[in-house]
């Protein structure tokens, strides 16, 4: 089967076969599976590189397909989480490759399980939140990580390596919510974040093969102009991360917390320590009440209200547009 499977890429010289098989021993993963993650997973599973855990919290949606391309309109109308889709595309594209589902919401009570035996992490998720919690947790593994972003018709990326600049010495300030445009208001070109995430998973395949030729820039790209600019990031000697070790949204302490969700009249709410749930046991007594449908990775209810219940107690309640008003679906049907 992998008889010259690889042949193309092995006779680059950068690469060549013991690239080829060091790649096949390399574990990665891949955090958020929107128009970046997407692209970026499915160079890495072609590429040959042996194992990639794939986290994602949300369910393929319609308005997802012109940019995230592991879906499909099937995996639209069966509302499958995207973690568990994009796994199913890369066995069928690439079988030696081990890719393995996780359907979780990144925070700082799971991302030592999000990145638990891993050799790097791709940044695909769409919020500071997650980038800042990432920075500081493969700072205090001393793992590399690949910031990349995507908005409009611009994008950029850059690699965070154990000994910085990092994250916070690129973006100091952690900016407020609603402060600044995002995917839900101005809308993305497939066309960027394709040529950002395969920047990315280029970086990575050479991170992972210890190229010197591995960049130590900021490559933004803006591809309705037609322009792209690289600048050096300088390591900030008091940088609270990379400078003094300070973590703060690694320690932070979670409570019960609701959030809205980009472009949805939704709201998630995430339990405050991890639970497990009996979803059978759940639908059971839902039933009563209204449709639900129920898979190994979710319960969905459609009835006096909706919303999408997942095994580790996150849901996403739908139709309601304040975390109070999601915090008391979750209080009646579920139980806080
Ligand atoms: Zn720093």
Request: net charge neutral.
């Amino acid at each position: 089967m992998s008889a010259g499977r690889y042949s193309r890429q092995e006779l680059f010289a950068g690469v060549g076969g013991i690239g080829q098989e060091k790649l096949s021993r390399a574990k990665v993963a891949v955090v958020g599976l929107g128009a970046l993650g997407t692209v970026a997973a499915d160079s890495l599973c072609r590429a040959g590189v042996g194992f990639l855990r794939l986290v994602d919290r949300d369910c393929v949606e319609l308005s997802n397909l012109q940019r995230q391309t592991l879906f499909t309109e099937e995996d639209a109308r069966e509302e499958r989480p995207k973690a568990v889709a994009a796994a199913r595309r890369l066995a069928a594209v690439n079988s030696a490759v081990t890719a393995e589902p996780l359907v979780a919401d990144v925070n700082a009570g799971n991302i030592g399980r999000v990145l638990a035996g891993v050799d790097l992490a791709l940044d695909g998720s769409d919020n500071f939140e997650t980038r800042y919690l990432l920075n500081e947790a493969c700072h205090s593994l001393g793992l590399p990580w690949i910031y990349a972003g995507a908005l409009g018709g611009e994008g950029g990326t850059m690699n965070i390596l154990p000994g910085g600049p990092c994250f916070r010495c690129l973006a100091p300030a952690v900016p407020a919510p609603g402060s600044y445009p995002t995917c839900g208001t101005a809308g993305a070109l497939n066309m960027v974040t394709g040529i950002v995430a395969l920047y990315q998973a280029a970086e990575a395949v050479k991170i992972l093969l210890g190229s010197p030729e591995t960049s130590r820039s900021y490559l933004s790209v803006d591809i309705w102009r037609g322009t792209e600019r690289r600048a050096l990031i300088r390591r900030n000697p008091d940088c609270p991360v990379c400078g003094r070790g300070e973590y703060e949204f690694l320690t932070r302490r979670r409570d019960a917390g609701g959030v809205s969700l980009c472009g949805q009249e939704a709201v998630q709410i995430v339990p405050g320590a991890p639970a497990e749930l009996d979803l059978p046991a759940l639908a059971a007594e839902l039933r009563r009440l209204g449709a639900v449908k129920l898979t190994p990775f979710m319960l969905s209810f459609e009835g006096p209200v909706s919303f999408r219940l997942f095994p580790d107690g996150r849901a996403v309640i739908q139709n309601v547009t304040t975390t109070a008003a999601a915090k008391s679906v979750y209080a009646e049907y579920i139980g806080l």
